[in-house]
């Protein structure tokens, strides 16, 4: 069965990085695109990124670009986000999410991972 | 970026009531929407794609309509594990942007 696992969340202070991993199993995982999505209390759920399943065509919010950068290692079944000069505005749970076939609607997500940004 | 709207914001019904949750975007998206269920704790779940596809698996008590910028969710007999938040998502054009989403709770 499809599964997808988070993990790299934690606290950091503002200003900081963190390096969030997915490992994904029981899919051809370089078959399908990815996202990374997050959701706040306050803002309800915001698509953060998504990659193709090749790697080459990239897209990011506007309120993450030039700080984090999305990347995959189809060889190890994995999607990182790398997360630098992290903002309080940035808490959040993260979840990586696989499209359904060739569109842009998440199928499958992973439990989520918490990132806590405060002094 | 495409601004999606959810009403209500919460609705209270009992089980076996029909429930409909609208969600209306800022322009036109065809039929390129989706529909989530969320429960505490846990991921969204895909219930609907393409406005009004059911993803396998999910009841058919759930059904979904519409086109262009209003659609509309329909649970026609609400089942004791319904209770859960619901959110719409459009998938027309980047960035994909959700709903506020919908808190469907027990009367």
């Known amino acids: 069965q499809v599964q997808l696992v988070e993990s790299g969340g934690g606290l950091v202070k503002p200003g900081g990085s963190l390096r969030l991993s997915c490992a994904a199993s029981g899919f051809t995982f370089s078959d399908y695109y990815m996202s990374w999505i997050r959701q706040t209390s306050g803002k309800g759920l915001e698509w953060v990124s998504h990659?193709?399943?090749?790697?080459?065509?990239?897209y990011y919010a506007d309120p993450v670009k030039g700080r984090f950068t999305i990347s995959r290692d189809n060889a190890k079944n994995s999607l990182y986000l790398e997360m630098n000069s992290l903002r309080a505005e940035d808490t959040a749970v993260y979840y990586c999410?696989?499209?359904?076939?060739?569109?842009?609607?998440?199928?499958?997500w992973g439990q989520g991972t918490l990132v806590t940004v405060s002094s | 970026d495409i601004q999606m709207t959810q009403s209500p914001s919460s609705v209270s019904a009992s089980v076996g009531d029909r429930v409909t949750i609208t969600c209306r975007a800022s322009?036109?998206?065809?039929?390129?929407l989706a529909w989530y269920q969320q429960k505490p704790g846990k991921a969204p779940k895909l219930l609907i794609y393409g406005a009004s596809n059911l993803q396998s698996g999910v009841p058919s008590r759930f059904s979904g309509s519409g086109s262009g910028t209003d659609f509309t969710l329909t649970i026609s007999s609400l089942q004791p594990e319904d209770f859960a938040a619901y959110y719409c998502q459009q998938a027309s054009r980047f960035p994909p942007t959700f709903g506020g989403g919908t808190k469907v709770e027990i009367k």
């Open positions: 322009q036109g998206i065809s039929s390129w």
């Open positions: 990659i193709s399943n090749s790697g080459s065509t990239i």
């Open positions: 999410a696989r499209a359904l076939s060739g569109l842009y609607y998440f199928h499958y």
